[in-house]
């Protein structure tokens, strides 16, 4: 069965203080893999897709990595506005509709 | 670019009332669309997906005949919430894909609340 965890399910970091969140997937042939970021009262808003092991996209102090069995979505030097909860979700190829399965999320809290 | 509104944002109706919500891409034109329910502090649930001129397809367990779905254009499909009870109270929201590409943009979502 087609399955994406993410992990942790919450973290806090003081400003500054950089880490990495980890989204794991199982699934019968990856189309792609996508990162979300969703505040609170709002939709996900488009992050990065990745398309295959090895690939890396970056964006401002985000930077996304893929390799068989998990993206990692690193954070460095987080500011208070990267306070969100990131959504990890993946497209099987064969899928005829693109449907994404989604993890459950992580919610990440920055401290000044 | 890759712009998905919704309308209206908040909506508080009566029970036993229908409500419509709308879904558009601006600026790009959405070979599918999806709708999907998110209760607080949980994941996004996806209830169907919509393509131009065909009949949706209902995730299980998913009503057809209350959380009716027409996508009329391209650019445009709606969920129509028939006869609300308030446990249909709920975050709705909805996504689009461009032609060709699989990732999907949300709109910023639809909070109903039925009284």
């Known amino acids: 069965e087609d399955q994406v965890t993410q992990s942790p399910e919450a973290l806090r970091l003081q400003e500054g203080e950089s880490s990495s969140l980890n989204c794991s997937y199982t699934?019968?042939?990856?189309?792609?893999l996508f990162w979300y970021r969703q505040d609170p009262g709002k939709g996900p808003e488009f992050l990065f897709t990745?398309?295959?092991a090895g690939e890396e996209k970056e964006k401002e102090r985000l930077k996304a990595t893929l390799t068989k069995k998990e993206s990692f979505l690193h954070i460095t030097a987080p500011k208070p506005e990267d306070s969100a909860t990131y959504l990890c979700?993946?497209?099987?190829?064969?899928?005829?509709?693109?449907?994404?399965?989604f993890g459950q999320g992580t919610t990440l809290q920055v401290k000044p | 670019g890759a712009v998905v509104s919704q309308h209206p944002s908040r909506v508080i109706c009566k029970s036993g009332t229908s409500v419509k919500i709308e879904c558009r891409s601006l600026?790009?034109?959405?070979?599918?669309m999806f709708w999907y329910r998110q209760f607080p502090k949980q994941s996004l649930m996806l209830m169907a997906t919509?393509?131009?001129?065909?009949?949706?397809?209902?995730e299980q367990g998913v009503e057809k005949d209350k959380f009716l779905i027409n996508h009329a254009s391209l650019t445009l499909s709606t969920l129509t919430v028939t006869s609300a009870h308030p446990e249909d109270s709920s975050f709705y929201i909805c996504?689009?894909?461009?032609?060709?590409?699989?990732?999907?943009?949300f709109g910023p979502g639809t909070r109903l609340t039925v009284t």
């Open positions: 996504s689009a894909s461009p032609r060709v590409r699989y990732e999907q943009y």
């Open positions: 699934v019968s042939g990856l189309r792609g």
């Open positions: 990745l398309y295959s």
């Open positions: 979700a993946v497209n099987r190829r064969g899928s005829n509709t693109g449907k994404l399965i």
């Open positions: 600026d790009f034109q959405a070979t599918t």
């Open positions: 919509s393509n131009e001129g065909s009949k949706a397809t209902y």
